[in-house]
Protein backbone atom coordinates (compact mmCIF):
# COMPACT_ATOMS: atom_id res chain seq x y z
CA UNK A 1 0.00 0.00 0.00
CA UNK A 2 1.75 3.64 -0.97
CA UNK A 3 0.24 6.70 0.49
CA UNK A 4 2.20 9.30 1.96
CA UNK A 5 2.25 13.09 2.65
CA UNK A 6 1.41 15.87 5.04
CA UNK A 7 -1.03 13.65 7.37
CA UNK A 8 -0.12 16.57 9.76
CA UNK A 9 -3.34 18.43 8.50
CA UNK A 10 -5.44 17.54 11.76
CA UNK A 11 -5.55 13.90 10.62
CA UNK A 12 -5.64 11.75 13.93
CA UNK A 13 -6.18 7.89 12.38
CA UNK A 14 -5.52 6.52 8.70
CA UNK A 15 -6.09 2.96 8.10
CA UNK A 16 -7.52 0.05 5.82
CA UNK A 17 -10.99 -1.31 6.03
CA UNK A 18 -12.49 -3.32 2.68
CA UNK A 19 -9.77 -2.26 0.75
CA UNK A 20 -10.34 1.30 1.09
CA UNK A 21 -8.09 3.74 2.82
CA UNK A 22 -10.08 5.53 5.50
CA UNK A 23 -8.93 9.06 7.28
CA UNK A 24 -10.19 9.69 10.10
CA UNK A 25 -10.73 14.04 10.95
CA UNK A 26 -12.10 14.40 14.20
CA UNK A 27 -14.54 12.31 13.40
CA UNK A 28 -15.49 12.59 9.92
CA UNK A 29 -13.84 9.54 7.90
CA UNK A 30 -12.57 10.16 4.07
CA UNK A 31 -12.39 7.95 1.52
CA UNK A 32 -9.58 6.84 -1.27
CA UNK A 33 -11.39 4.38 -3.53
CA UNK A 34 -11.04 2.74 -6.83
CA UNK A 35 -13.21 0.91 -8.66
CA UNK A 36 -11.02 -1.27 -11.87
CA UNK A 37 -12.03 -4.20 -13.51
CA UNK A 38 -10.06 -6.90 -12.25
CA UNK A 39 -9.32 -9.27 -14.93
CA UNK A 40 -9.99 -8.50 -19.24
CA UNK A 41 -9.10 -10.73 -22.53
CA UNK A 42 -6.75 -8.83 -24.66
CA UNK A 43 -6.66 -9.37 -28.29
CA UNK A 44 -2.66 -9.27 -29.14
CA UNK A 45 -1.18 -6.65 -31.71
CA UNK A 46 -4.60 -4.97 -31.09
CA UNK A 47 -5.65 -2.37 -28.24
CA UNK A 48 -7.43 -2.75 -24.60
CA UNK A 49 -9.51 -0.20 -22.69
CA UNK A 50 -9.44 -0.66 -18.60
CA UNK A 51 -11.94 0.98 -17.12
CA UNK A 52 -11.52 2.86 -13.94
CA UNK A 53 -12.96 4.86 -11.70
CA UNK A 54 -11.65 7.03 -8.36
CA UNK A 55 -12.66 8.74 -5.61
CA UNK A 56 -10.15 11.03 -3.37
CA UNK A 57 -10.79 12.59 0.42
CA UNK A 58 -9.83 15.73 -1.08
CA UNK A 59 -12.20 18.37 -1.82
CA UNK A 60 -13.15 18.63 -5.74
CA UNK A 61 -10.28 19.40 -7.43
CA UNK A 62 -9.89 20.28 -11.72
CA UNK A 63 -8.14 17.75 -13.70
CA UNK A 64 -5.15 20.29 -13.78
CA UNK A 65 -4.31 19.53 -10.24
CA UNK A 66 -4.39 16.04 -10.50
CA UNK A 67 -2.29 14.00 -11.84
CA UNK A 68 -2.98 9.82 -12.50
CA UNK A 69 -0.57 7.45 -12.99
CA UNK A 70 -0.70 3.65 -13.47
CA UNK A 71 2.45 1.30 -12.40
CA UNK A 72 3.27 -2.11 -11.97
CA UNK A 73 1.37 -4.01 -9.23
CA UNK A 74 4.78 -5.44 -7.85
CA UNK A 75 6.87 -1.55 -8.42
CA UNK A 76 4.89 1.54 -7.89
CA UNK A 77 8.04 3.22 -9.69
CA UNK A 78 7.89 1.16 -12.83
CA UNK A 79 5.41 3.09 -14.74
CA UNK A 80 3.31 2.32 -17.90
CA UNK A 81 1.48 5.35 -17.99
CA UNK A 82 2.33 8.96 -17.18
CA UNK A 83 2.03 12.75 -18.70
CA UNK A 84 5.40 12.62 -18.41
CA UNK A 85 6.66 9.84 -20.89
CA UNK A 86 10.47 10.21 -19.75
CA UNK A 87 9.09 8.24 -16.42
CA UNK A 88 7.69 5.74 -18.25
CA UNK A 89 8.67 1.92 -18.92
CA UNK A 90 10.48 2.31 -22.59
CA UNK A 91 8.18 -0.79 -23.40
CA UNK A 92 4.93 0.93 -22.67
CA UNK A 93 6.20 4.14 -24.25
CA UNK A 94 3.87 5.65 -26.72
CA UNK A 95 1.25 2.44 -26.57
CA UNK A 96 -0.22 4.03 -23.20
CA UNK A 97 -3.49 6.85 -22.61
CA UNK A 98 -5.20 8.27 -20.06
CA UNK A 99 -8.45 8.19 -21.30
CA UNK A 100 -11.08 10.83 -19.78
CA UNK A 101 -11.32 13.74 -16.88
CA UNK A 102 -9.28 13.19 -14.08
CA UNK A 103 -11.26 16.06 -12.61
CA UNK A 104 -14.41 14.09 -13.17
CA UNK A 105 -13.26 11.02 -11.42
CA UNK A 106 -12.64 9.11 -14.80
CA UNK A 107 -8.91 7.34 -14.53
CA UNK A 108 -9.64 4.92 -17.92
CA UNK A 109 -6.63 3.08 -19.66
CA UNK A 110 -6.04 2.68 -22.77
CA UNK A 111 -3.31 0.32 -24.31
CA UNK A 112 -2.45 0.05 -27.83
CA UNK A 113 -0.67 -2.60 -29.77
CA UNK A 114 -0.94 -4.93 -27.23
CA UNK A 115 2.04 -7.19 -26.59
CA UNK A 116 1.96 -10.93 -25.33
CA UNK A 117 3.77 -10.27 -21.59
CA UNK A 118 1.27 -7.27 -21.23
CA UNK A 119 -0.32 -8.77 -18.55
CA UNK A 120 0.29 -6.62 -15.38
CA UNK A 121 -1.43 -6.80 -12.97
CA UNK A 122 -1.26 -3.07 -13.60
CA UNK A 123 -2.32 -0.46 -11.15
CA UNK A 124 -3.93 2.88 -10.73
CA UNK A 125 -2.28 6.39 -8.85
CA UNK A 126 -3.49 9.32 -7.93
CA UNK A 127 -1.50 12.52 -7.07
CA UNK A 128 -2.70 15.57 -5.49
CA UNK A 129 -1.11 18.60 -6.08
CA UNK A 130 -1.39 21.41 -4.32
CA UNK A 131 -0.32 23.67 -7.31
CA UNK A 132 -0.21 23.14 -10.94
CA UNK A 133 3.28 22.99 -10.92
CA UNK A 134 3.48 20.75 -7.69
CA UNK A 135 5.56 17.70 -8.67
CA UNK A 136 6.50 17.12 -5.13
CA UNK A 137 3.03 16.41 -3.84
CA UNK A 138 2.82 13.52 -1.00
CA UNK A 139 -1.06 13.59 -1.27
CA UNK A 140 -0.88 10.75 -3.07
CA UNK A 141 -2.63 6.67 -3.26
CA UNK A 142 -2.15 3.71 -5.15
CA UNK A 143 -4.88 1.33 -5.35
CA UNK A 144 -2.86 -1.62 -5.50
CA UNK A 145 -5.82 -4.03 -4.24
CA UNK A 146 -7.92 -2.81 -7.10
CA UNK A 147 -5.75 -3.84 -9.98
CA UNK A 148 -6.41 -5.42 -13.68
CA UNK A 149 -4.90 -8.61 -14.98
CA UNK A 150 -4.88 -8.79 -19.02
CA UNK A 151 -5.68 -12.05 -20.52
CA UNK A 152 -3.63 -12.61 -23.68
CA UNK A 153 -5.53 -14.00 -26.77
CA UNK A 154 -3.14 -15.03 -29.52
CA UNK A 155 -6.40 -14.32 -32.17
CA UNK A 156 -9.93 -13.25 -31.74
CA UNK A 157 -12.78 -15.42 -31.19
CA UNK A 158 -14.87 -15.87 -34.29
CA UNK A 159 -18.05 -13.84 -34.67
CA UNK A 160 -21.31 -14.78 -33.89
CA UNK A 161 -24.16 -15.63 -36.77
CA UNK A 162 -27.65 -15.85 -35.85
CA UNK A 163 -30.80 -16.38 -38.38
CA UNK A 164 -33.96 -18.39 -38.87
CA UNK A 165 -34.48 -20.37 -42.27
CA UNK A 166 -34.15 -18.36 -45.38
CA UNK A 167 -37.75 -18.48 -47.59
CA UNK A 168 -37.59 -17.20 -51.11
CA UNK A 169 -39.24 -13.83 -51.55
CA UNK A 170 -39.43 -13.37 -48.25
CA UNK A 171 -37.14 -10.39 -46.50
CA UNK A 172 -34.32 -12.83 -44.03
CA UNK A 173 -32.01 -10.94 -41.41
CA UNK A 174 -28.58 -12.05 -40.58
CA UNK A 175 -26.98 -10.92 -37.33
CA UNK A 176 -23.31 -11.33 -36.70
CA UNK A 177 -21.91 -10.36 -33.26
CA UNK A 178 -18.56 -9.68 -31.92
CA UNK A 179 -16.95 -9.32 -28.84
CA UNK A 180 -14.03 -7.14 -28.23
CA UNK A 181 -12.16 -4.69 -25.29
CA UNK A 182 -11.23 -1.85 -27.03
CA UNK A 183 -14.36 0.77 -27.70
CA UNK A 184 -12.31 3.48 -28.60
CA UNK A 185 -11.43 0.89 -31.64
CA UNK A 186 -14.42 -1.03 -31.99
CA UNK A 187 -14.00 -3.83 -35.06
CA UNK A 188 -15.34 -3.09 -38.57
CA UNK A 189 -17.60 -5.75 -39.56
CA UNK A 190 -18.16 -6.31 -43.43
CA UNK A 191 -20.53 -8.71 -45.27
CA UNK A 192 -19.71 -10.80 -48.59
CA UNK A 193 -22.87 -9.46 -50.25
CA UNK A 194 -25.32 -6.60 -49.90
CA UNK A 195 -24.40 -3.00 -49.26
CA UNK A 196 -24.28 -0.30 -46.78
CA UNK A 197 -28.05 -0.13 -47.22
CA UNK A 198 -28.65 -3.41 -46.64
CA UNK A 199 -26.71 -3.58 -42.80
CA UNK A 200 -27.86 -1.69 -39.80
CA UNK A 201 -24.85 -1.53 -36.44
CA UNK A 202 -25.71 -1.58 -33.19
CA UNK A 203 -22.68 -1.18 -30.06
CA UNK A 204 -23.58 -1.79 -26.51
CA UNK A 205 -21.42 -2.30 -23.61
CA UNK A 206 -22.45 -5.99 -21.95
CA UNK A 207 -20.98 -5.74 -18.93
CA UNK A 208 -18.41 -3.28 -17.72
CA UNK A 209 -15.34 -3.69 -19.98
CA UNK A 210 -17.22 -5.83 -22.22
CA UNK A 211 -18.61 -4.90 -25.77
CA UNK A 212 -20.78 -6.66 -28.26
CA UNK A 213 -20.55 -5.07 -31.62
CA UNK A 214 -23.82 -6.42 -33.94
CA UNK A 215 -24.37 -5.87 -37.30
CA UNK A 216 -27.81 -6.97 -38.95
CA UNK A 217 -28.20 -7.75 -43.35
CA UNK A 218 -31.23 -7.88 -44.56
CA UNK A 219 -32.15 -9.05 -47.98
CA UNK A 220 -34.71 -11.19 -49.89
CA UNK A 221 -33.19 -14.17 -50.76
CA UNK A 222 -34.39 -15.85 -54.68
CA UNK A 223 -34.18 -19.78 -55.75
CA UNK A 224 -30.24 -18.96 -56.96
CA UNK A 225 -28.99 -18.25 -53.47
CA UNK A 226 -29.67 -21.66 -52.49
CA UNK A 227 -26.45 -23.39 -51.34
CA UNK A 228 -24.32 -19.84 -51.42
CA UNK A 229 -22.36 -19.10 -48.93
CA UNK A 230 -22.51 -15.53 -47.05
CA UNK A 231 -19.38 -14.69 -44.90
CA UNK A 232 -19.15 -12.01 -41.88
CA UNK A 233 -15.54 -10.79 -41.36
CA UNK A 234 -14.82 -8.39 -38.58
CA UNK A 235 -11.67 -6.29 -38.52
CA UNK A 236 -9.69 -5.89 -35.20
CA UNK A 237 -7.37 -2.58 -34.60
CA UNK A 238 -3.96 -4.33 -35.39
CA UNK A 239 -5.10 -4.94 -39.31
CA UNK A 240 -6.37 -8.41 -37.49
CA UNK A 241 -9.61 -10.06 -39.24
CA UNK A 242 -11.86 -12.81 -37.92
CA UNK A 243 -14.63 -14.13 -39.99
CA UNK A 244 -17.83 -16.57 -40.27
CA UNK A 245 -19.91 -17.78 -42.75
CA UNK A 246 -22.96 -20.04 -43.18
CA UNK A 247 -24.59 -21.81 -46.26
CA UNK A 248 -27.92 -20.24 -47.50
CA UNK A 249 -30.86 -23.42 -47.93
CA UNK A 250 -33.43 -21.48 -49.57
CA UNK A 251 -36.98 -22.72 -49.09
CA UNK A 252 -39.74 -21.74 -51.36
CA UNK A 253 -42.69 -19.84 -50.04
CA UNK A 254 -46.06 -22.08 -49.71
CA UNK A 255 -48.18 -22.89 -52.57
CA UNK A 256 -51.59 -23.44 -51.22
CA UNK A 257 -53.37 -22.76 -54.57
CA UNK A 258 -53.68 -26.38 -55.64
CA UNK A 259 -55.75 -26.36 -52.42
CA UNK A 260 -57.54 -23.06 -52.33
CA UNK A 261 -58.64 -23.20 -56.25
CA UNK A 262 -60.41 -26.57 -55.99
CA UNK A 263 -61.78 -25.16 -52.65
CA UNK A 264 -63.10 -21.69 -54.19
CA UNK A 265 -64.70 -24.43 -57.19
CA UNK A 266 -66.20 -25.96 -55.11
CA UNK A 267 -67.80 -23.76 -52.55
CA UNK A 268 -68.89 -21.97 -55.71
CA UNK A 269 -70.56 -25.07 -57.22
CA UNK A 270 -72.50 -26.19 -54.35
CA UNK A 271 -73.77 -22.40 -54.05
CA UNK A 272 -75.27 -22.09 -57.79
CA UNK A 273 -76.69 -25.52 -57.30
CA UNK A 274 -78.19 -24.74 -54.14
CA UNK A 275 -79.60 -21.70 -55.54
CA UNK A 276 -80.94 -23.92 -57.81
CA UNK A 277 -82.70 -26.58 -55.82
CA UNK A 278 -84.61 -23.29 -53.99
CA UNK A 279 -85.69 -21.50 -57.08
CA UNK A 280 -87.40 -25.25 -57.81
CA UNK A 281 -88.55 -26.04 -54.67
CA UNK A 282 -90.06 -22.72 -54.66
CA UNK A 283 -91.61 -23.10 -57.85
CA UNK A 284 -93.42 -26.35 -57.44
CA UNK A 285 -94.68 -25.42 -53.91
CA UNK A 286 -96.05 -23.00 -55.76
CA UNK A 287 -97.82 -25.33 -58.37
CA UNK A 288 -98.83 -27.97 -55.57
CA UNK A 289 -100.36 -25.18 -53.62
CA UNK A 290 -102.40 -24.20 -57.04
CA UNK A 291 -103.33 -27.77 -57.72
CA UNK A 292 -104.93 -28.46 -54.59
CA UNK A 293 -106.78 -25.24 -54.68
CA UNK A 294 -108.30 -26.86 -58.23
CA UNK A 295 -108.69 -29.50 -56.80
CA UNK A 296 -110.93 -28.24 -53.75
CA UNK A 297 -112.77 -26.21 -56.47
CA UNK A 298 -113.77 -29.44 -58.67
CA UNK A 299 -114.71 -31.35 -55.31
CA UNK A 300 -116.89 -28.84 -54.33
CA UNK A 301 -119.13 -28.67 -57.46
CA UNK A 302 -119.09 -32.33 -57.84
CA UNK A 303 -120.80 -32.61 -54.57
CA UNK A 304 -123.71 -29.86 -55.10
CA UNK A 305 -123.93 -31.68 -58.59
CA UNK A 306 -125.00 -34.83 -56.38
CA UNK A 307 -127.22 -33.44 -53.66
CA UNK A 308 -129.41 -32.36 -56.50
Known amino acids: MFFGGRHGHGY ?9 LL ?24 CVVVPCSFSHPKETLPTARLRGLWHLKKDRDQLIYSADETRVLENFRGRTQLLGELGKGNCSLKITNIKSHDNGPFC ?3 ELARTETDTQTKDKFSFVEDCVTLDMM ?10 KDPIQGRPFTITCSVMHTCPTN ?7 RGSADDVTESHREIQRGLWEISSVLTFIPAEKDSHQDVTCTALFQGRI ?3 SKMTLYVRR ?56
Not at 12 to 20: A, E, M, T
Not at 186 to 192: A, C, D, L, V
Not at 277 to 299: A, N, S, W
Open 241 to 243: TSS
Open 12 to 20: KNIFLRNNI
Open 253 to 308: SENYNYIIIPVVVALGSAAIFGGLCFLMVKKYKKRIEELQRQDGTLFNRLSRISRR
Open 23 to 46: IQNTGIYYKWKASVVSSMDALVDS
Open 154 to 163: SEPNAPSLTH
Open 186 to 192: KPEITWS
Open 124 to 126: FRI
